[in-house]
């Protein structure tokens, strides 16, 4: 169980990052289904590069409290970051054709 909550926290959190830039960015023209995909792939990857970094013990300190909070900023961060590139990259690509 100690394992699986870390990764829930991750699909989350990268769910809500990457849909939250598909809503703010509406010029990107992505829809809910691929915001949600690319934030949930961008959300487990942010979670796990700040935790191989350590970043979320640094920022946020010890404890349960403190690496669910991290793990989730983090993957909200990485959904965030990577559906705003799939957007740019498919905007460029709408713009090419």
């Known amino acids: 169980m100690e394992s ?46 700040a935790g191989v970094f350590e970043l979320i013990t640094k920022v946020f300190g010890e404890g ?7 793990n989730g900023a983090a993957s909200a961060g990485g959904g965030a970051i990577l559906t705003l590139i799939v957007g740019l990259i498919k905007k460029a690509m709408s713009k090419a054709a």
């Open 64 to 70: 349960q409290a403190g690496e669910l909070l991290g």
């Open 4 to 49: 699986i909550l870390p990764l829930l926290v991750q699909l989350i959190g990268g769910a809500l990052g990457g849909n939250a830039v598909g809503a703010a960015l509406k010029n990107l023209n992505l829809s809910k289904i691929i915001a949600t995909i690319a934030g949930i792939i961008g959300g487990i990857s942010g979670g796990q590069l």
